[in-house]
């Protein structure tokens, strides 16, 4: 049936070809693709599951999700568990690890651990119940005392990401954003407008890699450039107000820094990064130095900035 559909508005002089990616073993279970021609399955063999999918990346994802969740829904009806991941930025895992620690004392089950990436600090959370809504009732209360644990350092939950509680927030907040990059090289911009709707509230993004591109296309002041330099505070400023003021956005994002491996200069080692909002006649600063590779010093000051943006919106900072 998928198959038919799948050509229903298509040629079909390849449908014989296609149709060989629909065998599947006997006593399997077919599982559908609708991102494109071959079927994947599930077949069980004491007490275990074998699942084959296709080798198309966006394909296999889109397919072991649907999977996950079904399979996910199924075991939770016979009694067995649920998970929730709930995200952190701005504090360290080991702080994270100790709010997990007191949030679930007392609650054998419960399982937590802490993965880390890009600054981000994820919680999973598993609980064990024989019942979906008792699991779901102990993930929801976890997720709630470590909100009041960690406070603003929570972000989201689920596959929420940065970039998604700015997008809320903006929107809640009628406010309007842009954004202008140097070091990160428009992956703040990439990040905003990966989201469907974000061109409610996002006015403009600009790479301004060169001192020119700084002073051409956001106005800074080359006297401020040649007396402070391009990564530094007073720059970052007025990245941030210049871009604002060319956008009549209500916020506006100014980062600049060395993403190295080269570009160090004495005071001014690899992963300095400075960042700027500006709203409402205030700026923010914030003066950070990463390590790692380049990508990861731009992925982390990609997540910064953001971050600065989400507590800024909250009146946090």
Known sequence: MHLQKYFTNRHASRKDEYRRQHLIPEGAAALD???????????RHAEKELVCLPGVPGEMQSMLNKYLETSARHRTRKGC?????????GVSERTVEDAV????????????ITLVHNGVVTIHIHATATERNKAVKMLDTMERKLQKKLGYAVFGSGEETLEDA???LLKKRNKTIAVAESCTGGLVSDKLTNISGISQVFFQGVVA???????????????????????????AKAMATGIKKKASADIGVGITGIAGPTGATPGKPVGLVYLAVAEQGRVRMKKCRFRGSRTDV???????????VRLTLLAVI
């Open 209 to 235: 890699y060169s001192n020119k591109a700084k002073v051409d296309m956001l106005g800074v002041p080359e006297k401020l450039i040649m007396k402070h330099g391009a990564v530094s505070s007073p720059v």
């Open 101 to 112: 620690k007191d949030c679930r004392a007392c609650a054998e089950h419960l399982k937590a």
């Open 81 to 89: 568990s649920l998970t929730k991941n709930v995200h952190t930025f």
């Open 166 to 168: 700015v997008f809320a």
């Open 33 to 43: 693709n609708d991102q494109g021609t071959a079927t994947g399955f599930a077949v």
């Open 298 to 308: 731009k992925n982390f000051s990609a997540n910064t900035a953001l971050d600065m």
